[in-house]
């Protein structure tokens, strides 16, 4: 098909005008442990599994970034925190990075001489159970475990007095590798292994735990020091270079830059400033929509780009502004502008499982979802009880449900404002671009994640390939193999339930 067609048919769709002819099957199994789901994220960060949790207040923040890296996907941590305050955010990427590791670099250390009152404390503030004792020239003089602490007095005694010390530990010269570190914890059947330098000095840590929840999922996204990968979500105004800059040194290993209109001059600036400090930093820039958008941003030199404007489920832009690009259009007018030179993140408009498929199709790289996530333990924020009517009754049942708000509605921007110091005319004249909606509460992410990752399999078996990156080329290179445009009525049969 040309380019032209194919721009045309395109134009002025979404997910739902589309179905997708099946093609002779070549795989014996579908699920994701047989099928390869491999993408890129940006242009220098590759998952295992093509999906992305959304930077919103009510869907990413730590405990979600870790399941869907643990996963194969990766979080993107939202900014909606107060103006000014970074560190909440800052903390969030701290705890995903200390969340599992191949080596603890920096494990938490301890005195001999300090008290065990003291060790209870950096126990519990630091949710460790091991503490490495070091000396005043950090060489290594033993271990102190929660176990060590039972039943001793804690005023009386100090870590020296219940610790292991050095000369019953076992530990490990220069850096192990993982199977290496694996096989010492195996022979001497300890838990940590402490690495230490030529002259005793304590250069990390290996915990057992680390490595078992490693060999468990081979899939995860882990950096190079096997912690689990973190994007982070920056503004392009404000103390935005000063947020990159804590974010990065806290160890995010995307920064982000999001607004709602990335084609713009705000934008722009924004790239070059960034580029400016921070040099070949791994750099993410959206949302656009158009052509002419992602050239900007790739002649800007950004790593990957996000895609979307206005299909976002908790988004009331194109109502308030008519503006706007049907994402499958979207989708593809911005993958023939960057041609492959950076990854493409399909942003929005995800309602059901079958439309993943879709978006990686027609555009994406990876897809990014917030409503599809929404309600799960993972999301941030409370679980309120409402009376639900039970239909055909007139009987109120209590439902458990969680908040799900576009990052532009105006509750989340009452709530990232200091409303106390704001002017009542200052709220009332935000133009408000999103929407607040209650979704039931509904367990953990994880269940709906590995669904999703069985309903892509199936996909990439109906589309006769066996990997997400073949289906992706062939369909790429023979669309019109592939895509059915549907009618009102085949739309209604295929749909409607
Ligand atoms: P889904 O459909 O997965 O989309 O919920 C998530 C994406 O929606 C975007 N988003 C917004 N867009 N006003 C908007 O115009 C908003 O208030 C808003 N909040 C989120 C965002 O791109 C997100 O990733």
Redesign the pocket.
Known sequence: MTRERWLDLVRGTTFDDFLLAPQYSVVERRDPASIDLSCRFSEHVTLARPLVS???DTVTRAAMAIAVAEQGGIGVIDRGFRAGEIAPQVREVDIVKRRQHGVISDPYTIAPGASLARARDQMRATGVGTLVVVDGQRRLAGLLTNRDLRFADDTADTVASRMTPRDRLVVHRGLPTPAVAAGTMRTHKIKKLPLVDAGDVLTGLVTARDLLAQQARPFATRDDRGRLRVAAAIGATGDFLERAAELIAAGADVIVI?I?HGHSVVMGRAIDAFRHRFGDVELVAG?VATAEGTRFLLDRGVNGI?V??????????RLNTSFGVPQVQALVECRLAADGRVPLIA?????RDGALALALLFGGDTV?????L?GTTETPGDVVQKAVVVPGSTRTVQVPFKVF?????LQ?IVDRLDVEDAEVADVEALG????EVSVPARGSVTPVIREMLKHLCSAISYGGADSLASLQREFRAAPERYVIRLTSPARDESFDR
């Open positions: 959304a930077n919103m999001d709602a949302n996000k979307g404007i206005g299909p976002g489920g908790g988004c009331t832009t942003d929005g408009g995800v309602k990014m979802l917030g409503s599809a929404a708000r576009g990052m532009a509605s989340a408000a671009e999103g929407m």
